[in-house]
T-cell receptor, first 112, second 116 residues
Framework: KQEVTQIPAALSVPEGENLVLNCSFT??????LQWFRQDPGKGLTSLLL?????REQTSGRLNASLDKSSGRSTLYIAASQPGDSATYLC???????????FGKGITLSVRP | GAVVSQHPSRVICKSGTSVKIECRSL??????MFWYRQFPKQSLMLMAT?????????EQGVEKDKFLINHASLTLSTLTVTSAHPEDSSFYIC????????????FGEGSRLTVL
């Protein structure tokens, strides 16, 4: 059974800091991995999708990497801003039509 | 990115009534939609997988007669909470998989259900 872990559960950093959010999964036979952002009381916004054949994806200040063999992914946020404060969830899928298995998320707070 | 619309965003109902939540993919066709439930400060719990034109597949422990799911078209899935009770109060989120995409999922804004 696939398990996704995100540690720590919460993180507080000063504005401007570069930071890395970690995600690990137990079964390396994944199809893709997706990072999401969730603001309080809202749905999920897709940030980055990495296919199993890819090693990283970039979008603006965000960079996500994938090391499938070790079961790890990282989300790198450059020059963090207070508007980046949210919960970040990673999720993995084992097939094109398979469900996602989510981690519990990391709640990020960026202090002005 | 693709847009998934969920309605209503908030609903308050009396115990014993039924509530319907709609999930629409606005600018793409979704062969598969997923329904999740989220408790405060918890991650998403998958309730069921909904495929267009067929019966939904429910996760273990989810009552199919309690949570009725209909996926009548490639752009619409509905979740009906029947005979709602206070313990059904939760945040319900749907997601849709873009047909022909690389498997990326897009999520609705969620629906907050409060049962009095």
């Amino acid at each position: 059974k696939q398990e996704v872990t995100q540690i720590p559960a919460a993180l507080s950093v000063p504005e401007g800091e570069n930071l890395v959010l970690n995600c690990s999964f137990t079964d390396s036979a994944i199809y893709n991995l997706q990072w999401f952002r969730q603001d309080p009381g809202k749905g999920l916004t897709s940030l980055l999708l990495i296919q199993s054949s890819q090693r990283e994806q970039t979008s603006g200040r965000l960079n996500a990497s994938l090391d499938k063999s070790s079961g790890r992914s990282t989300l790198y946020i450059a020059a963090s801003q207070p508007g980046d404060s949210a919960t970040y969830l990673c999720a993995v899928s084992t097939g094109a039509n398979s469900k996602l298995t989510f981690g519990k998320g990391i709640t990020l707070s960026v202090r002005p | 990115g693709a847009v998934v619309s969920q309605h209503p965003s908030r609903v308050i109902c009396k115990s014993g009534t039924s509530v319907k939540i709609e999930c629409r993919s606005l600018d793409f066709q979704a062969t598969t939609m997923f329904w999740y439930r989220q408790f405060p400060k918890q991650s998403l719990m998958l309730m069921a997988t909904s495929n267009e034109g067929s019966k939904a597949t429910y996760e273990q422990g989810v009552e199919k007669d309690k949570f009725l799911i209909n996926h009548a078209s490639l752009t619409l899935s509905t979740l009906t909470v029947t005979s709602a009770h206070p313990e059904d109060s939760s945040f319900y989120i749907c997601s849709a998989r873009h047909r022909g995409s690389s498997g990326e999922l897009f999520f609705g804004e969620g629906s907050r259900l409060t049962v009095l």
